[in-house]
């Protein structure tokens, strides 16, 4: 395994992980790479950034409890990425509300709350790695019930062999620390 000591080694982590999620869904697609594909993964790489360097050390709160303190920084997270998104692609507005920001966070939240603690109570070497995947199949499932227009699972499956793969392969030899 390569390990690099470095500051905020979360953003670097996170950038392996965009990264790898872009190319295996660019493969897996067979289409070019268009320009439009490169702004998402440009304005993702800033909204992360933005998150691990301001909003993760900034709004903080500890609940009592573990599963609730998790589950709010899970939140945290993954909706300020998706208002930042929103904001650098001027979509923030009541449908992107309705049908992304609202369903991701009932996504995290069912799978923080239910299916995360159920998952815990199990010793595996892989718990990790599926403890990622699930939750974002749950977030992904989710935002597809709720969304009014026809269900585009293919898409959403590259990106989650993409996951798959940074957690299984990548991730187990590059990490940032």
């Keep these: 395994m390569i390990v690099i000591e470095t500051q905020n080694s979360a953003i670097y982590n996170q950038y392996i992980q965009l990264f790898t999620r872009f190319i295996v869904k660019s493969i897996l697609n067979k289409k070019n790479i268009t320009t439009k594909e490169l702004n998402k993964l440009y304005n993702s790489m800033f909204a992360f950034t933005a998150y691990f360097l301001y909003i993760d050390k900034n709004i903080t709160y500890n609940f009592n409890n573990k599963i609730y303190t998790d589950t709010f920084n899970v939140v945290k997270k993954y909706s300020s990425v998706l208002i930042i998104k929103a904001i650098l692609t001027n979509t923030l507005n009541y449908q992107f509300i309705y049908t992304l920001l609202i369903p991701t966070i009932i996504g995290f939240l069912v799978y923080m709350l239910l299916i995360k603690p159920y998952l815990d109570k199990?010793?595996?070497?892989?718990?990790?790695?599926?403890?990622?995947?699930?939750?974002?199949?749950?977030?992904?499932?989710?935002?597809?019930?709720?969304?009014?227009?026809?269900?585009?699972?293919?898409?959403?499956?590259?990106d989650l062999i993409g996951r798959y793969i940074y957690e299984n392969f990548v991730k187990q030899k590059i990490l940032f620390n």
């Design 122 to 158: 199990y010793n595996n070497n892989q718990k990790i790695n599926i403890n990622s995947i699930l939750m974002h199949i749950t977030d992904t499932l989710l935002i597809e019930l709720i969304d009014s227009e026809p269900i585009t699972i293919k898409p959403k499956i590259n």
